[in-house]
T-cell receptor, first 114, second 115 residues
């Protein structure tokens, strides 16, 4: 089975712009979660989706949004980018309905905001 | 509120040494799940193990073993006869029922295995 894929792998944006990141889960997985990883804050949970429904949202401002499509692919969007949004954004899919099951992570999208 | 502490920021060992990575958690829930993930230099987190709060049985998988002790709220990870390929950052994580199972990760322990 192919693993979790994320596109793009690297992205450079300017403050104030918006960005959309994409994630394709492992075939058959309907649960997708997103995480932000920074040296300062570590790994932080962003969203969890299951069957196109957002199950949970982490403690992030409304500039961070996401969605999941009927084929389980997911996108996250960050509007009005700030320097502090520079991070590695990781997507994970799970064979179960919730994040209590093992998660399989993609390689991440490295976002740099200048 | 749930919390995960990995007090060891970095551990350096020589190949074939045994090494234990500590994980201490805090939760008020009786139902929760604990995880270990490995993040090699490539960046992709790799799932290693999941344990639920009702199963304190220790587990061994090859050179890896895990010691879950509810009495001390710890879920430690031991690598026996470490190898250079074990070099990575290791994360411990907790998902509790009261927190809608949103996972909380520790800050990670960087393990460097020298040849």
């Amino acid at each position: 089975k192919a693993g979790v894929t994320q596109t793009p792998r690297y992205l450079i944006k300017t403050r104030g712009q918006q960005v959309t990141l994409s994630c394709s889960p492992i075939s058959g997985h309907r649960s997708v979660s997103w995480y932000q990883q920074t040296p300062g804050q570590g790994l932080q949970f962003l969203f969890e989706y299951f069957s196109e429904t957002q199950r949970n949202k982490g403690n992030f401002p409304g500039r961070f949004s996401g969605r999941q499509f009927s084929n389980s692919r997911s996108e996250m969007n960050v509007s009005t980018l700030e320097l502090g949004d520079s991070a590695l954004y990781l997507c994970a899919s799970s064979p179960g309905e919730r994040t209590i099951y093992e998660q399989y992570f993609g390689p991440g999208t490295r976002l740099t905001v200048t | 509120a749930q919390k995960v502490t990995q007090a060891q920021t970095e551990i350096s060992v020589v190949e074939k040494e045994d090494v234990t990575l500590d994980c201490v958690y805090e939760t008020r829930d009786t139902t929760y799940y604990l995880f270990w993930y490995k993040q090699p230099p490539s960046g992709e987190l790799v799932f290693l193990i999941r344990r639920n709060s009702f199963d304190e049985q220790n587990e061994i998988s090859g050179r890896y073993s895990w010691n879950f002790q509810k009495s001390t709220s710890s879920f430690n990870f031991t690598i026996t006869a470490s190898q250079v390929v074990d070099s990575a950052v290791y994360f411990c994580a907790l998902s509790e029922a009261g927190g809608s199972y949103i996972p909380t990760f520790g800050r990670g322990t960087s393990l460097i295995v020298h040849p």
